[in-house]
């Protein structure tokens, strides 16, 4: 037997998908992470795989595995001890930013401390202006004097940041020599992106580094003979050994391969809008997903830092299932930032948590308790859950079930105030999307939320728990390749920039394939470019055929800037000078995806496997609880209702009424 293993470590379940390439099924499991001692729970669930379902490591041909441990790093601030190298006079470059508000929503916003103190900001003597030319040839006195620097204050790895290093890196390969010369045992990080981009790239580096070397020992111990491929920020993958020195670009992995999975769910479900709603135990992430195609950007917040690279455009929220719920000096009720985590994890969960969670909010309301949780690594201990909730009961004067009650209206809000934020900046209606909830928590607060957005519909796949899992699974290896060509396309010697500039990408981007990956199957080739009008501060990604990047064609590229600067900003100046700054190729090696059969077809409406009482505004509501595997397409049911399944449990509030379709999604409508 072949299987195409993927998994996905979340901060509290570890998620692992399988699929047979015989049979054509997949199989499911999570097992609870092990932050204290990363990648132990992939190891566990390997042996898991092969005690409960008979799927010994030597037959995984393929795997594909997300981690958090980047984007923790940064979150925790526990990187190395990291010095910057930059042109001199430029060393306050982290410290002014872009001098502008982190939150615009919050007036007592502050922008956070950078990763690398101003003590451990050295400067270099040289200058490269922006056309790539020199201006004053770099001084190796002062690498020698910023290294003596490195010593002094215990540096464990450097960033080399030059200014217009983008367009002629000649000095930063020159410091780069001399520090492998002089200082071979520190870690040196020298890139191109922006100078922020490059610092969290090199604050996290050892760790992943440190990471993906004991994963690819653990699994060789194991048996496992396919080499692991790591998701990327990009919604593709790649080798586990580019992964460590290519880790900016796995910071946001397994919320990018959340998005990757949903896509795949809502080309499925032909849905033409979507809204990705993907709840773990500390937070939430928000995607946006158009026609069955996730949508990508430069920009996205890692902790509190953005990161300059192509990445699947997705946010996160501070709520998850894990949030803890707290009174303020005040006497105000909050839920999260902090998150009970997996361990002890929420009180319910009876391994030591005290203090009340999101989860342990629904435990009170009834809708969960009545099976165990995470493929049966959680049991679940609803009595425990009311004493940790009798607490908070206490210090608001509230009874028990109004309290749980507030906690999950407090937890929503905060979740409707963010991506109220979000939808106002990408300028789009929530009503005219879908959401599709997964994660662990998600499709237990999916009707919550749609409900306060005004949503009509919401998708809850069939494995919702492990979405992320086979988002990497299914995921193509991708990578971006990035040139800078500042052109101006009403001059004659442009397209021989252009085709030249594309030509260059083309091999560059095939010899990562080849070469690099050792990608053998079918690939395609995207181009862009970013372009402007010129005068304006900021560019617009536009894409163009391959026969316009191959030939060079300049009124092909101006007519497709206009009509995409009319599609974002709904004008166009036909008789403006445009420019392209960038030329861009994106290279997607496709591989194969599982295609599933139909699920079985009923007419009959679906059994419960038990009545329950939960609680709902105010009122206890008697809901059928029906098991997902017994349900079948076409039958239909009407809110409130719960739904159980290994990996985690739907909440249907009342108003919404559910069917099954094909493939085995549950489709949910508002009434209202």
């Not at 998908?17 to 097992?31: G, H, I, Q, Y």
């Not at 030939?551 to 008789?575: K, L, N, P």
């Not at 206890?620 to 290994?646: E, H, K, N, S, Y």
Request: proline share 5%; glycine share 10%; aromatic share 6%.
């Amino acid at each position: 037997m072949r299987y195409r293993l993927g998994v996905d470590i979340g901060g509290t379940f570890t998620d692992f998908c399988v699929f047979s390439e015989a049979t054509n099924t997949l199989r499911t499991m999570k097992v609870l992470s092990t932050p204290e001692d990363p990648g132990r729970e992939v190891v566990t669930g390997l042996e898991l795989l092969a005690e409960r379902h008979g799927i010994e490591a030597a037959d995984i041909v393929h795997m594909t595995h997300g981690t958090t441990v980047g984007v923790n790093t940064v979150i925790q601030r526990k990187g190395i001890n990291l010095c910057l190298f930059t042109t001199e006079n430029f060393e306050d470059v982290l410290e002014l930013a872009r001098l502008k508000m982190p939150d615009p929503y919050n007036l007592f916003s502050r922008r956070p401390p950078p990763l690398v103190d101003r003590a451990n900001v050295f400067p270099i003597r040289e200058r490269i202006l922006a056309d790539g030319s020199v201006e004053e040839p770099l001084d190796e006195a002062s690498v020698m004097a910023a290294l003596a620097r490195v010593r002094s204050v215990g540096g464990e790895g450097v960033v080399i940041a030059l200014l217009h290093a983008y367009r002629n890196p000649a000095h930063e390969r020159a410091v780069e020599e001399i520090l492998a010369r002089e200082a071979p045992d520190l870690a040196v990080i020298r890139e191109y992106e922006r100078t922020v981009t490059a610092v969290v790239a090199g604050y996290v580096q050892p760790r992943i580094r440190h990471y993906l070397t004991s994963l690819q020992s653990s699994l060789a111990a194991c048996g496992v003979p396919a080499p692991p491929m790591i998701t990327k920020s990009n919604g593709g993958i790649m080798s586990a050994e580019l992964a460590k020195t290519r880790c900016a670009q796995m910071l946001l992995s397994g919320t990018a391969a959340g998005v990757i999975g949903a896509s795949h769910v809502a080309r499925m479900t032909d849905t033409a809008r979507t809204m990705s709603f993907d709840v773990g135990g500390t937070s939430a992430d928000v995607a946006f997903i158009h026609g069955g195609e996730a949508q990508y950007g430069v920009g996205e917040v890692i902790g509190e830092f953005p990161i300059y690279i192509p990445t699947v455009s997705v946010t996160s929220i501070g709520e998850g299932g894990g949030s803890i719920a707290w009174v303020d000096g005040q006497g105000v009720l909050k839920v999260g930032p902090e998150s009970a985590g997996s361990n002890p994890g929420p009180a319910c969960y009876g391994r030591g948590g005290e203090r009340a969670t999101l989860t342990d909010a629904f435990a009170v309301l009834g809708f969960l308790g009545q099976a165990d949780l995470g493929y049966s690594a959680v049991q679940m201990h609803s009595a425990l859950a009311a004493a940790a909730m009798d607490g908070i009961a206490a210090d608001l004067g509230m009874e028990r079930r109004a309290t749980a009650e507030a906690v999950v209206r407090v937890a929503v809000s905060g979740m409707f105030l963010e991506v109220s934020k979000l939808v106002s900046r990408h300028g789009i209606d929530p009503r005219d999307f879908t959401l599709q909830a997964f994660g662990g928590a998600g499709p237990m607060i999916a009707c919550f939320l749609a409900r306060e957005l005004g949503m009509r519909h919401v998708v809850v796949p069939v494995t919702p728990g492990v979405l992320s899992a086979f988002g990497g699974l299914i995921a193509d290896v991708k990578n971006d390749f990035i040139t800078s060509a500042y052109l101006d396309l009403d001059e004659a010697s442009s397209a021989t920039a252009v085709r030249d500039g594309f030509a260059e990408l083309r091999a560059e981007a095939l010899h990562w394939l080849r070469r690099e990956q050792k990608f053998e199957g079918d690939y395609r080739l995207v181009h862009s470019a970013d372009m402007r009008y010129r005068g304006q501060s900021f560019e617009i990604e536009t894409h163009i055929g391959e026969d316009t990047a191959r030939d060079g064609d300049i009124e092909a590229m101006i007519e497709a800037f206009h009509a995409e600067h009319r599609r974002v900003y709904d004008h166009a100046d036909a008789q403006a000078p445009v420019q392209a700054i960038n030329l861009r190729l994106v290279v997607v090696g496709e591989v194969a995806k599982p295609v599933f059969d139909k699920l079985a077809a009923s007419d009959a409406p679906p059994e419960a496997r038990a009545e329950l009482e939960v609680f709902h505004e105010g009122a206890v509501w008697t809901a059928p609880l029906f098991d997902r595997g017994d349900l079948r397409a076409g039958q239909r049911f009407a809110g409130p209702a719960v739904i159980q399944q290994d990996d985690c449990t739907t909440c249907v509030l009342p108003g919404f009424a559910g069917r099954i379709d094909d493939y085995g999604n549950i489709i949910l409508t508002s009434e209202a």
